[in-house]
Structure formats: structure tokens, C-alpha cells
DNA sequence: AGCGAATAGTTCAAGCGTCAAGTAAATTGG
DNA sequence: CCAATTTACTTGACGCTTGAACTATTCGCT
């Protein structure tokens, strides 16, 4: 791939304000959810995001490679972020045993119980700050630019979450 | 234990499916331009955001906290990296001649060629990831959705940014 | 089979961000 | 006009993320 040459179309008046807006919400919107789960159930975003794609699957049962991939995170976080959580009780790791390889994070009970405490507050958050200030038709076509967006960010796996066995 | 449904409002299927697009959007976009800009510029987005913000400004020069603003991060972050900055010399810091607590960061010579240098490059990334995908009614209720979520996000300074001055 | 490559995960050092505390200057209020 | 408060920033400790090894297994090819 050759580094593409200058291509200085720059961005119109109207793109730039549209991104830069993008921005701010890209900086600001995780930071704010952190807060809140922080502050209210001593949990970071991405260790709520972690535990709550756990406590989807009916069996509370994932290899970590999956789990990286649900999550949009390296396998080195998750395994960083995966023993730390295991260390606080609220999963344990596993050996996969049709994969030497492999090791499955499980939700514990008290991993359940705190994904049930912190949840209300989160989608609460998430309805202030996202949901609510949307009307359908808006939400909807957020949804929709997003998903052309994962394409372009995902090309690979945009090709349909075929799993998700919710 | 959740007392009987209604509390915290759930979210509907297709709420959930929105929302948890918009956290692969809020994780991967930013992941992938500060890969990049490192790449191609040695430079975090975040650095890149500061310096484009000074370069946007006739005097090439900004106080901290207005900057702190402009890219949404905390003074201490801010403070750190602008130090990181000044050491490699791509901006300087001097007292604020009206107000003996205030600092202002100046780009430097070095500054606005690394910016300029990183410009092109980064901009093909954000038309390619963000505003090529979209048409332009797209991209501009993409526009009007941060905009609204931006409201709740930051209740105080949507009233909006009169900047563009020293 | 068997050997090289790919996959799954772990670990460690280095760097960055955050929060709390600290300094210094300006503003407010009595 | 002085004390209390607020504003503007800086610093330091601590925790988290990253990226580069490294180990262990499985896959793919011939």
C-alpha cells in the first residue's frame, strides 16, 4: 500500500463542525459513563462491559478471545482486566477443554450480583445521555450511520454477528 | 432482584442493538486514528487535537484552560501532555500577561510543520472512517444527534462555542 | 507424520491518565 | 483593605493500557 498521496480534500465548513462535534461525544460520552459506574458501583466501563456480555450468554461462559472481540479490546487488556476481576470474585478463568489453548472467563455469583446492581444506574445514564434525547427516527438513523461506520472500521467482522446468543 | 420490571426502564431490542454499536463506534474509531497518527506522525490524537487547535487560532496561541476546553480533557492531562509537547518542542509555554495564574501555550515553528505534516494523512482517515460512508444527510443527522447528546452531556457550555480569538 | 506457521493467552516494562493535594494569583465580601 | 474563596495550573502516586516478547497448543501442508 503506498502512502497514499496527498489527497488534501480538506473538509467543508460543515464536515468539520459535524466532526469535530463527533469528537467532543467521543471524548466525552466514555468518560462521563466511567464516572457514573465508577462513582456508583466501583466498576469501570469497560469492566461493566465485560461482565455484562458474560451474563448475556445463558451458560455465563466465553473464551477470551471472544470476549475481546465483543468488546472491541485486546486480548492483553482483557487478560489484564480479566485477572483483576477474577481476583475481586467476580469471575473465574477456566481451561477450555476443546482447546488447550484456550480459557473461558464465568461469571460468578457475586459477578451476577454486581453486573444486576450496576446495571439500573448505567442504562438510566445511557437513557439520559443517548436514548432520551433522541426521538426513533433520530436513534434509528444514528444506528444506521454507525453500522456504516463499523464497516469501514471493521471490514472484516461488519460481515454479521452471526452468534450473540443473547 | 430486579423489583418487578418498570424502575429502570430497559432498553428495547432495538435501542440495545443502537447502543451497543455506538460503544464498538466510541472504542474502535478512536483506537484507529490514534494508530494512525502514531504511525504516520508520531503523535496521539489527543497531541494532534491540541496542536490543531492552536493552529487554528490567528495567534497560534491559547491559554490552558481554554484549550482544556476546546478538546474536552482535564487541566491535569492537558498540563502533562503540553509539558510532554514543550519538550519536544513543538510549542511553548509563557505567563499570561493579563492574569498572573494563567499560562499560554504558543505553537512553534516545529509545531504548525509537525500539524501540517500530520493534517493530510488524518483527514483521509476521517473521510474514509466517517464522512465518506455517510451522504450528506446522513452525515448531517449524524451532525444533529451529537449535537442533542452533547446537550445532556454537557448542560453547561452547549451554549455554543464563541471561540476563535487571541 | 512432522515441521513451520498461526492461534490463544500471559507477562513485563514503559508511558499515559486520573485523582488528590499543593502553590500561587486574582476576586469577593465584610 | 485584608481574609476567605475561587481560579489556574502543577505535581506525584497509583492504576491501567500498550506493545513487545514469550509459552503453549493446534492447524495446515506436503
Redesign the pocket.
Known sequence: MTPDSEDPRWLTAEQRLAWLDMVRVLTRLP?TLD?QL?RDAGL?F?EYHVLSMLSEVPSHTL???RL?QLTS?????L??????LEGRGLLR?EP?PD??????AVLTAAGTDAVERAAPGHVTAVRELVVDPLDPAQLSQLHAAHERILGRLDPASSSRPEWLET
Open positions: 468518560a464516572a465508577e469501570s469497560f473464551r477470551l478471545s475481546a479490546s485486546s486480548l492483553s487488556r487478560s489484564n482486566v480479566v485477572k483483576r478463568r477450555d482447546d488447550g489453548r484456550a480459557s473461558r
